[in-house]
């Protein structure tokens, strides 16, 4: 499968952006989805995850309440709506795949990445 992340780029502190991740192929409804980020010198984190059945959506605690996950398994896409940017939110960010994935989902657990868009917000 192949994953394609737009929606990056430059916002200034306060300000929102939102992420699609367009997946090839007819199996989207059933891969666990997460959005994960990199920072310059820093490991890859989890943002968001969504179990293949859509019905537990994960955040981390840094972007709890300002970010969104939905996904449109009519459309085989995944959106990251995010609001109330930070400079620290600057990365680049992935999208990723696992089939029948479950709700409890790590970078390491993850089969299929996208190459990533680029978050940057200033202050």
Do not use: H, I
Not at 17 to 44: D, I, K, V
Not at 99 to 109: A, C, E, M, N, R
């Amino acid at each position: 499968v192949q994953l394609q992340a737009s929606g990056g780029g430059l916002v200034q502190t306060g300000g929102s952006l939102r992420l699609s991740c367009a997946a090839s192929g007819r199996m989207f409804s059933t891969y666990a989805m997460g959005w994960f980020r990199q920072a310059p010198g820093q490991e890859r984190e989890l943002v968001s995850t969504v179990d293949w059945r859509g019905e537990t959506t994960r955040y981390s605690d840094s972007v709890k309440g300002r970010f969104t996950l939905s996904r449109d398994n009519a459309k085989s896409t995944l959106f990251l709506q995010m609001n109330s940017l930070k400079p620290e939110d600057t990365a680049v960010y992935y999208c990723a795949a696992k089939p029948w994935g479950g709700t409890s989902l790590q970078v390491q657990d993850m089969v299929y990445w996208g190459k990533g868009t680029q978050v940057t917000v200033s202050s």
